[in-house]
């Protein structure tokens, strides 16, 4: 059975970081790309980043560039997300997530995880 394990969320006040991380098991994910979505309260599962098999081709959403790093660990079957400059906005529950369906923005993937709650205080 494929899980994705997310620990590390947590509340931080505006300006703060953060670190997210994403434990896969089950299976090796070092051939897939992974990513990252959020979802706050009343609004759509949206995309934050993505990052190919070898972290070659990373992506981000442009609400989140230049303030958050995705990063991978294929001995550990981990991703990463780290966030910097944390805005209130960026409230909500984040998901981890493996093998996209299609394009790496829409949040068709084959995977989930349980979702962590990132709350910032403003």
């Known amino acids: 059975q494929v899980q994705l394990v997310e620990p590390g969320g947590g509340l931080v006040q505006a300006g703060g970081s953060l670190r997210l991380s994403c434990a896969a098991s089950g299976r090796t994910f070092s051939a897939v790309t992974m990513g990252w979505f959020r979802q706050a309260p009343g609004k759509e599962r949206e995309f934050v980043a993505a990052i190919s098999w070898i972290g070659s081709r990373i992506y981000y959403a442009d609400s989140v560039k230049g303030r958050f790093t995705v990063s991978r660990d294929n001995t550990k079957n981990t991703i990463y997300l780290q966030m910097n400059s944390l805005k209130a906005e960026d409230t909500a529950v984040y998901y981890c997530?493996?093998?996209?369906?299609?394009?790496?923005?829409?949040?068709?993937?084959?995977?989930w995880g349980q979702g962590t709650q990132v709350t910032v205080s403003s």
């Open positions: 997530a493996a093998d996209p369906v299609s394009t790496v923005t829409t949040p068709q993937w084959h995977y």
